[in-house]
Every structure is written in structure tokens, then in C-alpha cells.
């Protein structure tokens, strides 16, 4: 079975295009030319041993809003595109990371209902060039258009760094266990018979 999605996206603000293989090797190809958001997504896919290809351009010149806001719509049409009827998935994750001081635990459920609870404080406007507001957002576009549960439970934490750091390898971790298929049971991990 074959798990792997392509997904373009061009509006009159950012034009977006995701090629996502859940069965990977965790590598990302291509930028935003936005540096630790190009990290973090790079952590993602380390962690969760996706394989990611991204072309991504917008109007940075405004702000990264845009941009990054967009990349978590076409990741998560991604996901649920990849993840097809989702038959042997584990379904339900939940990993906590720490990251020298702070410490994160991401839980998720692929359900087919997007949701986010963040519970996340950052005191930073900016880390490098990504603006931390955003990070929010770029969260809660992933999970609805990925059509997950999705919770962020920072514990505690001092740099914001190290803070979303944690956030994204938890995400990676619990993301890569959630969409394993369990060994030969390739029936639907619901009662409803539907996901």
C-alpha cells in the first residue's frame, strides 16, 4: 500500500505544493526561506519518519503569516490524503519531549475531526525570522485540513527555542506512531466502522 500524497495550493498570497510519504525516511527537500520554521519542519520530519518535499513561496514582504498559515492547510490535506481510509492505523498517539529546560507532550487522535487545545506560552515576538504568533496558527491549520485531534500541553519551559523545538519533535513522534499500520490488523481502528 502506497502512502504518499501530493497537494498544490496557489492563491493570490502564497503558492504551496506538499509531496508526503508516511512511509519514509524522515528527510525533508525544499524551504520556506523562513530559517527555524525550515528547522522546525525539518524536525517533523526526523521524528516522525516522513519523507517531506516542499515548494513554498508567498508575501513574506508583508509578513510569514501567510506562508505559514498556508503550509499547515496543504500539510494536513496531505496527511488525510495520505492516510486514505486509514484501515491498520494505530489512530492515538501521545509522547512528551523534553528539550534541555522545557518539556512538551503532544497527543493526538486521527480521528477525521480536526480539533487543537494549546496550552502554550511564548514570550518571544520572534525566533529568527518566524514570528511566534503564528506558530498557532500554522498548528491549528494542520489539524483541522489533517482532520485530527490535535492537544499541545507545554509543561513548563524558559526558552522559547527550546520550547517549540520540543513542540515539534512531540508532534513528529506522536504523528509517526499514530499513522503505523499494527502489524497484519488492517481493520478500521473505530466502532463506527468509519473514520
Known sequence: MSR??????????TDIKVRLN???HGTLKGFTDIGFFDHMLNTLAKH???NLEISATGDTNVDNHHLVEDLGIVLGQSLDKALENKFGIKRFSTFSCPMDESL???SLDLSG???LVYNVEL????????????????????AINGKFNLHINNHYGEND???IESIFKALGRALGEA?????ENMEMPSTKGVI
Open 179 to 183: 499513522c503505523k499500520i499494527e502489524g
Open 113 to 115: 475531526r480536526g480539533y
Open 4 to 13: 504518499i500524497s501530493e497537494i498544490k495550493r496557489k492563491t493570490l498570497e
Open 161 to 163: 527555542h527550546h520550547i
Open 22 to 24: 508516511l512511509d519514509g
Open 104 to 106: 512538551t507532550t503532544v
Open 48 to 50: 516522525s519518519g516522513f
Open 123 to 142: 514570550k518571544r515576538e520572534k525566533v529568527g525570522e518566524f514570528e511566534t504568533e503564528t506558530l498557532k496558527e500554522f498548528l491549528y491549520a494542520f
